[in-house]
Nanobody, 126 residues
Framework: QVQLAESGGGSVQTGGSLRLSCVVP?????????MGWFRQTPGKEREGVAS????????WYAESVKGRFTIYQDSAKNTVYLQMNSLKPEDSAMYYC??????????????????WGQGTQVTVSS
């Protein structure tokens, strides 16, 4: 079982930026997993935000974040990032990173992801 550790959440005002980090031991060369970022607010289902393949050359985004969020990786640091710009109050949520078998690369369906971090809270105030 891979231990995923998110960090970087916090409170910002509308229009601000945050960068979330997810440290994944052995990523990408040892795990060969695709990684995804998800978010969830109380009473709502978890939704996919962005995904990246192990090589980092392919990324996928939810429509709601396209053009504002960027997922990328630093292989030397075994870390996947989510750069979030132009944040809106509706982006407020607990954000999670997760891994999935490479056959599922590109999916933003949380059901197919099988390893999860503990989450990091993002709050955007108006």
């Amino acid at each position: 079982q891979v231990q995923l550790a998110e960090s970087g959440g916090g409170s910002v005002q509308t229009g601000g930026s945050l960068r979330l980090s997810c440290v994944v031991p052995g990523y990408p060369y040892s795990t060969h997993k695709c990684m995804g970022w998800f978010r969830q607010t109380p009473g709502k289902e978890r939704e996919g935000v962005a995904s990246i393949n192990p090589g980092g050359g392919r990324t996928w985004y939810a429509e709601s974040v396209k053009g504002r969020f960027t997922i990328y990786q630093d292989s030397a640091k075994n870390t996947v990032y989510l750069q979030m710009n132009s944040l809106k109050p509706e982006d407020s949520a607990m954000y999670y990173c997760a891994s999935v078998d490479p056959l599922r690369c590109g999916s933003l369906d949380p059901v197919v992801y099988n390893e999860w971090g503990q989450g990091t809270q993002v709050t955007v105030s108006s």
